[in-house]
């Protein structure tokens, strides 16, 4: 008996010394501080490493965002516009219309101190046309689109002495800068059709008028220009009419007529209450 309770102690002492190994050997391989500390060192470190990445593309994106919107801004500054998006401001764009009525997308031309591109300054504003007057005095200007008060247009041609002219082309000439020549725009027959603005009659009124806004300079050669601008609202189809001054039909001999008609009106005077 005394056998067997030995045997017993050390069956005993035996699972003992098995329960007490695997429990040193759990605990060495679970809590052991280096082991904890390597993995979190290695989760923070590669948490650390995916934030900068991401910190480090998004800070490339916004980058290539201004530098894209820098690019365009110098290829293509800022239209701006005026009279309620019906035309460009400034000199920096073309002041005409195109043939939908819209204001023109291209920039001024830079040799010529005109506001137009190229296009307009050779076919002129599409805000309105020139038609033959049904009385056979010749042609006359016509709104294309309704056109609101302040439109800007100009008129342009070459730069002048009068002494140069003829007496047809004195007939259409516009004052320059004082001791800079004249406007002549019959070098311009097709584009620069304000030139073809009637006078209006007894019973009429204008509708357009210069400014003292010129562009060019006393010297130019070449095309210059004077700034001109609606008074008033004019209606698609209406005359385009502008004062030529007290003495212009005196000094030629000539008598004022109304130049309206039923197809082509031109705005009447005023009454006065």
Not at 215 to 227: A, C, L, P, S
Request: some cysteine; aromatic content about 8%.
């Amino acid at each position: 008996m005394g056998g067997g309770g030995e045997i017993a102690l050390h069956g005993q002492s035996s699972k003992l010394s098995s329960f007490l190994s695997l429990k040193d050997v759990s605990t060495k391989t679970i809590n052991t501080p280096t082991t904890v500390q390597n993995l979190t060192e290695k989760m923070k470190t590669k948490k650390k490493n995916i934030n900068n990445t991401t910190e480090k593309e998004e800070e490339e994106e916004e980058e290539g965002k201004q530098q894209k919107q820098q690019k365009q801004q110098h290829q293509q500054p800022h239209r701006r516009m005026r009279l309620d998006g019906l035309q460009n401001y400034g000199t920096e764009y073309c002041w005409a219309l195109d043939k939908s009525g819209t204001p023109c997308e291209k920039k001024a031309q830079k040799k010529c101190p005109v506001p137009y591109c190229l296009k307009h300054l050779r076919v002129g504003d599409d805000a309105f046309s020139t038609r033959e007057h049904p009385l056979g005095i010749g042609k006359i200007l016509i709104a294309n689109f309704d056109l609101p008060k302040n439109y800007k247009m100009v008129y342009f041609g070459t730069r002048k002495p009068v002494r140069k002219l003829n007496k047809l082309r004195k007939d259409y000439m516009l004052s320059f800068w004082q001791g800079g020549g004249v406007i002549d725009p019959q070098d311009c027959p097709v584009s620069s059709k304000l030139q073809y603005m009637s006078n209006p009659g007894p019973a009429e009124r204008s509708n357009v008028t210069c400014t003292d806004r010129m562009f060019g300079d006393t010297r130019d050669e070449g095309i210059v220009g004077r700034e001109y601008k609606t008074t008033e609202f004019i209606p698609k189809g209406t005359q385009m009419l502008q004062f030529y001054g007290p003495q212009w039909f005196a000094s030629r001999d000539m008598e004022k007529i109304n130049v309206g008609t039923n197809k082509y009106p031109a705005p009447l005077k005023r009454k006065r209450v």
